[in-house]
């Protein structure tokens, strides 16, 4: 229930400001578009190296969705006075996990058509995807959300949560690119199952972790 | 580590680097020549224990940040510091170790191997966790942020492993003394010991610096002006 109530409290923000989700959208949409004059015009290296790119721009736009769903819990004390109400803080932490989730994911989905138009990719098998970008977000945001709590009450906070976060997320990195290049290029040995399973013990190891260790962090 | 007299750690300090001289002096001249890679392969004298020990220094802080959650106490975070802070250089160490290994039998620098990926996801991991570190004032929050942070960072270590391993491996098998012939393992063990030795030293004195600069952290402001001493001296013509 309580977190019900914080889930809620979460997507009403995000709902409430929906300006973010796009300025972050068109953040990601340029960082594939930038990716692709890195590369060069040639069609077959974008569409092989596409899978990356989708990712990377996943990832460093998530980094603006997360610094962002903390800033409002800083202005005028709100983070104190949320810790106050008769509600725990893994209530509080899974509350904007999911809603951090929920907004990578529909990032992600919104990228896809981009990706599909700039690197001419397949798309054979759209729900698996759609799989993978849901387990990936959530490797994301667990993390994420956790590394936020503590950066945006620290000195610069836009340096620490990409320096805290981009190392601890190469495995879903990894995971998450393979995984989707096998499904956009063909997967003749059946490897997208094994990948995506890594990606999913990542998510099982950083839900529950994080989620344990968050009241210390927001503890005073 | 770091409570007890500094006189230790310099001892074991010199005692590590005794062993390591004694060491790399039998690996470099009296132990014999490896047959495929040549004189190469005497770097693995200093390779393998600075990788034994660079993961125990990691180890270890990871049972600080454990220890100060649980039971609390400035002389975990003091440690905690100092074994990321030596674990960090070790790692980096490694690399670069790692890296003239290469060059002459891989024909390359870097490569994309598991256990060298992983150590630079380390290092980066680590670094991430130190600049917090320097980044937030309260002792208190930078204590338990520090604690949580490494926490989540070692237990990331073993996915990081296995996801590069099956990304790419190319790694040769691990040595140990176990695995390496009798005239080479009596070297690796005498330089693993030094290493050790000079770790727990270094992790010793840093945490002692550590716990310093925490004291000072946490003692009260000096007063803006001295007070007025009890006994001064009336002025002269003052009101009675």
């Keep these: 229930m309580q977190l019900l109530a914080a889930l809620h409290k979460e997507l009403l923000l995000q709902w409430r400001t929906k300006a973010q989700l796009l300025a972050i959208f068109i953040f990601g949409a340029s960082s594939l578009l930038l990716f692709s004059f890195a590369v060069g015009p040639d069609s077959s290296a974008l569409r092989q190296h596409a899978a990356g790119f989708l990712w990377l721009g996943l990832m460093l736009s998530s980094t603006l969705t997360l610094a962002e769903s903390f800033q409002s819990e800083m202005e005028q004390r709100a983070l104190e006075g949320l810790l106050l109400l008769p509600a725990g803080a893994r209530a509080l932490y899974y509350g904007k996990a999911i809603s951090n989730w929920t907004q990578l994911t529909l990032l992600g989905i919104g990228l896809i058509p981009l990706m599909v138009v700039l690197y001419d990719t397949p798309m054979p098998r759209p729900f698996a995807l759609l799989g993978v970008i849901m387990a990936g977000a959530a490797g994301l945001s667990a993390p994420g959300t956790l590394y936020a709590a503590m950066t945006s009450q620290a000195r610069a906070k836009q340096t620490l949560l990409p320096l805290l976060l981009f190392p601890l997320v190469v495995p879903v990195l990894l995971s998450a690119v393979k995984a989707t290049s096998l499904l956009i290029l063909g997967d003749p040995m059946g490897q997208v199952r094994d990948w995506v399973l890594l990606l999913l013990c990542f998510d099982a190891i950083h839900w529950s972790l994080c989620g344990f260790l968050f009241d210390r962090v927001v503890e005073d | ?240």
């Design chain 2, 1 to 240: 580590m770091g409570d007890e007299r500094p006189g230790v750690f310099y001892g074991l300090m010199a005692l590590g680097a005794g062993f390591l001289l004694w060491g790399s002096y039998w690996g470099l001249f009296l132990a014999p020549r490896e047959t495929y890679m040549g004189d190469v392969q005497r770097i693995m004298y200093v390779h393998v224990p600075t990788a034994w020990n660079a993961m125990l220094a990691l180890t270890y802080s990871f049972v600080c940040a454990l220890a100060f959650l649980m039971k609390g106490g400035w002389k975990w975070d003091n440690r905690l510091e100092a074994a990321m802070e030596v674990g960090i250089a070790f790692c980096a160490l490694l690399c670069v170790q790692g890296s003239i290994w290469a060059k002459p039998t891989w024909g390359v620098w870097w490569d994309w191997d598991p256990r060298l990926t992983t150590m630079a996801v380390l290092v980066f991991a680590f670094s991430g966790i130190l600049a917090l570190r320097r980044f937030v004032d309260d002792p208190v929050k930078r204590a338990v942020w520090s604690s949580v942070a490494c926490i989540v960072a070692y237990v990331d270590v073993p996915i990081v492993y296995f996801s590069v391993k099956w990304w790419n491996s190319l790694h040769q098998v691990q040595s140990t003394p176990q695995t390496v012939s009798s005239p080479f393992h009596w070297p690796l063990r005498i330089n693993a010991f030094g290493v050790l030795f000079l770790m727990i030293g270094l992790i010793g004195l840093r945490s002692r610096v550590a716990g310093l600069r925490l004291q000072g952290e946490l003692a009260p402001p000096l007063p803006e002006r001295p007070a007025a001493p009890l006994l001064a001296p009336k002025a002269q013509g003052g009101a009675r």
